[in-house]
C-alpha cells in the first residue's frame, strides 16, 4: 500500500530554515506529481508547492515563491521542501500529497489521493 512519511519539521525563529522530507512507498511510478499543503488551526488547507517528478516542473503559491523550493529525488521516490526565510505566518502543519496520475500537478487537495501524516512548523 501507499505511504507518505515526512519528516523535518520543527521549531524555528523568523528568518531561519527548515527543510521537508516525504518519502513515498508502495508504488514505483517514474512520474506523478507531489505537492506540499499546509494548515493552520481554523484555516482553510492550502496548497504550498508542487513537482512533476518526471519533469522536474514546479510550481508556488504567492506566500511563498522565492523563498521555498520544492525539489524531488526520483531514486528515493522522495520530494524535499527547502523553507527559507521563515516568517510566523508561515507557521502550520504541513502535508505531503501524491496524485500518480501523472497528468497534471492540481491545487486542490480533493485532487490529491495519498497524504502524509503531517509534521508541524513554527516559525517564532
Known amino acids: 500500500h501507499v505511504q507518505l512519511v515526512e519528516s523535518g519539521g520543527g521549531s524555528v525563529q523568523a528568518g531561519g530554515s527548515l527543510r521537508l522530507s516525504c518519502a513515498a512507498s508502495?508504488?514505483?511510478?517514474?512520474?506523478?506529481?507531489m505537492g506540499w499543503f499546509r494548515q493552520a488551526p481554523g484555516k482553510e488547507r492550502e496548497w504550498v508547492a508542487s513537482?512533476?517528478?518526471?519533469?522536474?516542473?514546479?510550481s508556488y503559491a504567492s506566500s511563498v515563491k522565492d523563498r521555498f523550493t520544492i525539489s524531488r529525488d526520483n531514486a528515493k521516490n522522495t520530494v524535499y521542501l527547502q523553507m527559507n526565510s521563515l516568517k510566523p505566518e508561515d507557521t502550520a502543519m504541513y502535508y505531503c500529497a501524491a496524485d500518480l496520475r501523472g497528468v497534471y500537478c492540481y491545487r486542490s487537495t480533493g485532487e490529491y489521493k495519498y497524504w502524509g501524516q503531517g509534521t508541524q512548523v513554527t516559525v517564532s
Open positions: 508502495g508504488f514505483t511510478y517514474s512520474s506523478y506529481c
Open positions: 513537482i512533476r517528478t518526471g519533469s522536474g516542473i514546479a
